[in-house]
């Protein structure tokens, strides 16, 4: 069983079950702040002496911040309306369909319960000799058994980091063995 889907499993459940305030904002606007913070640091650095760089820097991150999250927080205090929330729910219900499929049996509310138990970083190669790091995150999910008991079962996510492409298949981390050194 693989299934490929373009977002972060575990992040959409995150979106799901935290609250709504300035924290998540900034967590579902990473991409969007990583592009805006170059273009800063390099105004800053034709506009100020480097003496006064680093005090216009943070106040102007600041500044940032607070005039990217505060419309939509004034949005959501007014309309409560968590966009993050919705568009989550329904990328886990579509996934939710695509897991009956293949006769994984689980609800919406355990989905909900999954817990992310371990995450690993591999450094590979790719077919052209150039290397990209591999992020395998490994997801206790739980499920119903074919006589309705609530078991967990282990989802694999496997993610080239700097792509849209989740890989999500079922497996648990290998145990690695090591050399244990006696002082006999």
């Known amino acids: 069983m693989k299934l490929v889907i373009n977002y972060d499993f575990f992040k959409k459940i995150c979106n799901v ?8 904002i900034i967590k579902n606007n990473k991409r969007k702040y990583v592009l805006e913070i170059p273009v800063l640091i390099t105004f800053n650095s034709i506009l100020f002496p480097v003496d006064e760089l680093l005090s216009c820097l943070g106040i102007q991150l600041g500044l940032i911040m607070i005039l990217n999250t505060l419309p939509e927080l004034i949005t959501h205090k007014v309309f409560n309306y968590d966009s993050y929330k919705e568009e989550a729910e329904s990328k886990l219900k579509d996934l939710l369909s695509q897991l009956k499929d293949l006769y994984i049996n689980t609800d919406f509310d355990l989905l909900l319960k999954s817990e992310l ?5 591999q450094i590979k190669l790719n077919e ?22 609530i078991m967990d079962t282990s989802f694999l996510q ?22 244990a050194y006696s002082s006999i």
């Open 128 to 149: 052209k000799k150039l290397p990209y790091i591999l992020e395998s995150k490994y997801i206790m999910v739980p499920t119903y058994d074919s006589n309705g008991k």
């Open 158 to 179: 496997e993610h080239v980091v700097g792509s849209d492409e989740y890989v999500l298949s079922l497996g648990s981390p290998t145990k690695v063995l090591k050399l």
């Open 17 to 24: 079950n935290e609250p709504y305030g300035a924290l998540k």
């Open 117 to 121: 138990y371990k995450k690993q970083y």
